[in-house]
Nanobody, 118 residues
């Protein structure tokens, strides 16, 4: 059973924009800190952006000023707006719902491909 449903990936030229979306259930959304990770070929999965326990956000240095994470509470959805895309942003992007407490499990989306051409 798919718990997180991602959409919005695709092919874009360098300098372009994409918006990723990740929808989940109210239960998972309310018990998780939502975030985005990515994995490029031959590399480890890395944090892109995430919501924090204080209601703030964390970004990887490589995307600061270009990417913005946000949530739509009414839709139980987390978004990732990606602007000024670079070829090095090419990766599979994964949505993660990180459990707020020890008793809340983590969930991962199936991944969506983002390809930035030069």
């Amino acid at each position: 059973q798919v718990q997180l449903v991602e959409s919005g990936g695709g092919l874009v030229q360098a300098g372009g924009s994409l918006r990723l979306s990740c929808a989940t259930s109210r239960s998972i959304f309310g018990n998780s800190f939502m975030g985005w990770y990515r994995q490029a070929p031959g590399k480890q999965r890395e944090l892109v952006a995430r919501m924090t326990s204080s209601g703030g956000t964390n970004y990887a240095d490589s995307v600061k000023g270009r990417f913005t994470i946000s949530v739509e509470n009414a839709k139980n959805t987390v978004l990732l707006q990606m602007n000024s895309l670079k070829p090095e942003d090419t990766a599979v992007y994964y949505c993660k719902a990180a459990g707020r407490t020890y008793y809340d499990p983590d969930y991962w989306g199936q991944g969506t491909q983002v390809t930035v051409s030069s």
